[in-house]
């Protein structure tokens, strides 16, 4: 399974911004998909995951501000971030789950601006 993420930059704050994230390859039964984050010097967080049956779960640090969501016939999945704050600076990194193996794109930088 390969990941590719876009849609990172950057953007000031209060703005927003959308993520994807593209699967391929051997992309038949994959389950959870999900987003973390890694600031400078800060270990990487769990952003928001969503299941193959769309049960989604937020870091409360982003509830009500971030909507995850997947395109199965694409094998996307999408973050959309809203009111966006410089503490949401960070890489993003999309992550999908497929038959007890762990996948990972290779990142996009989000960066907000006070």
């Known amino acids: 399974v390969q990941l590719v993420e876009s849609g990172g930059g950057l953007v000031r704050a209060r703005g927003s911004l959308k993520l994807s994230c593209a699967a391929s390859g051997s992309i038949f039964r994959i389950n959870d998909m999900g987003w973390y984050r890694q600031a400078p010097g800060k270990q990487r967080e769990l952003v928001a995951q969503?299941?193959?049956?769309?049960?989604?779960n937020y870091a409360d640090s982003v509830k009500g501000r971030f909507t995850i969501s997947r395109a199965n016939a694409k094998n996307t999945v999408y973050l959309e971030m809203n009111s966006l704050t410089p503490e949401d600076t960070a890489v993003y990194y999309c992550?999908?789950?497929?038959?007890?193996?762990?996948?990972w794109g290779q990142g996009t930088q989000v960066t907000v601006s006070s």
């Open positions: 969503i299941t193959s049956g769309e049960i989604t």
């Open positions: 992550k999908a789950q497929r038959l007890g193996l762990v996948y």
